[in-house]
Nanobody
Framework: QVQLVESGGGVVQTGGSLRLSCRAS????????MGWFRQAPGKGREIVGA???????FYPESVKGRFTISRDNAQNTVYLQMYRLKPEDTAVYYC?????????????????WGQGTQVTVSS
């Protein structure tokens, strides 16, 4: 089992920045690709970034150029740096871990999930 704990959410004004962190514990050697997803009220969960064990990354068009995903394998931690935040970025952000080694962008490819952290962007 792998446990994921997110931190770093909060309230920020439009145009501001936030950095989310996700620390993994447990059987971390069993997971390779990490992802960040978000879910806004009344909407489905969507990916906002993914990173493989060797730091190959993916971003959807909605956040490309504004969000950066990175990882520190020694610390079992994944980060999501968010710049130029918009009100439509408001959501609960979830960290997820996958046992797949290659890049995965759909939530059913992820095996472990954190509890989420709220990000609110005020206009």
């Amino acid at each position: 089992q792998v446990q994921l704990v997110e931190s770093g959410g909060g309230v920020v004004q439009t145009g501001g920045s936030l950095r989310l962190s996700c620390r993994a514990s447990g059987e971390t050697s069993s997971v390779y690709t990490m992802g960040w997803f978000r879910q806004a009220p009344g909407k489905g969960r969507e990916i906002v970034g993914a990173i493989t064990w060797n730091s190959v990354t993916f971003y959807p068009e909605s956040v490309k150029g504004r969000f950066t995903i990175s990882r520190d394998n020694a610390q079992n931690t994944v980060y999501l740096q968010m710049y130029r935040l918009k009100p439509e970025d408001t959501a609960v952000y979830y960290c997820a871990a996958s046992r797949f080694r290659d890049l995965r962008v759909i939530e059913t490819n992820y095996d472990y999930w954190g509890q989420g952290t709220q990000v609110t962007v005020s206009s």
